[in-house]
């Protein structure tokens, strides 16, 4: 099983409902291109009013990034990142946080990166095996705990009525 192509799987869904905050690599690169021929042309259109206002982009070595445009110049960069990245990312984070649940991993995660999305991490964490064997573990200790108590309990009601006739 693939954890990596369900995960992705799963955010191009979520994506069909709502493309605002994830982005497909095509798109992602498609951005990029357009911010870059903005300062090319004189009068921008309506797309281009709303990349400029959103984006900003970023060279990090001979790859351009795509960031969220800051309103101030020290501010450190939050990264835009494909759905086709998001899985490494979200991943790193998990591992850096010791298989961190939701408020974690956003705390981790939201220092560095613009659009990870909570479904993602939910998304994430239910296909994390280790997480899945804890979670387990924890329901099958429910489980075997609760009649221990009460054979227990029983056996010493039976015991207390051959003691006092
Ligand atoms: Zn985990």
Redesign the pocket.
């Known amino acids: 099983m693939d954890h990596e192509k369900i995960f992705r799987e799963g955010l191009f869904k979520i994506y069909e409902t709502n493309k605002r905050v994830l982005i497909p690599k095509e798109e992602y690169y498609k951005i990029i291109s357009d911010l870059l021929e903005v300062s090319k042309t004189s009068k921008k259109t309506p797309h281009q009013y709303y990349i400029l206002k959103k984006y900003e982009v970023l060279q990090c070595g001979d790859i351009n990034r795509l960031i969220r445009r800051s309103q101030h110049e020290e501010e450190t960069p939050l990264y835009f990142i494909s759905i086709e990245e998001t899985y490494e990312v979200v991943k790193r984070g998990?591992i850096a946080t010791g298989?961190g649940g939701q408020d974690k991993m956003v705390h981790e995660l939201s220092k560095k990166y613009a659009n990870i999305t909570i479904e993602a991490l939910t998304v994430f964490?239910n296909l994390?095996v280790?997480?899945q064997r804890k979670r387990k573990r924890a329901a099958t200790k429910g489980i075997v705990v609760k009649p221990i108590i009460s054979k227990d309990f029983n056996s010493r009601a039976q015991v207390d009525l051959i003691d006092n006739p």
């Open positions: 998990h298989h964490k994390c280790e997480c």
